[in-house]
């Protein structure tokens, strides 16, 4: 489980009876509520080989801590992580519709693509 820790700005990772602590980067970029479902949903449709090459994909943009762990839990925090740093936003979800079609998740980065559409065709009069 994830736990913050609002005086040391850390967030606390159990996994598989390890614990890391991985600095927090703030919130600048939090994800939608709309673009969270469809995160999950893509989980739910990723094997562990796909987690792996989605980790392997997303690289240096993470902690290597975060990068290690291959759990459900591991890709949500990759994700979110993704999204603190400005990676990807509610407007830019390119770095993982191409990680996912890159990895032949082509179900994940449809997902993506059509929340993106969705999400330009409410703005537009």
Same mark, same amino acid.
């Given at each position: ?33 709309? *673009? ?35 759990? *459900? ?19 830019? *979800? ?16 449809? *997902? ?14």
């Amino acid at each position: 489980s994830y736990l913050s820790n609002a005086l040391s700005d850390t967030f606390e990772i159990k996994a598989k009876g390890a614990r890391r602590v991985v600095k927090h980067l703030g919130s600048a970029n939090p994800m939608n509520n709309n *673009l969270r479902g469809i995160v999950l949903k893509i989980e739910d449709r990723l094997s562990e080989d796909d987690r792996a090459r989605f980790h392997f994909y997303i690289g240096d943009n993470v902690p290597r801590c975060v990068r290690d762990d291959l759990t *459900l839990c591991g890709t949500l925090c990759l994700i979110q992580c993704l999204f603190e740093r400005n990676y990807v936003n509610d407007d830019d *979800l390119t770095l993982l519709i191409d990680a996912f079609e890159t990895i032949r998740c082509f179900d994940a980065a449809k *997902l993506l693509k059509g929340f993106h559409i969705e999400r330009w065709t409410m703005f537009d009069p």
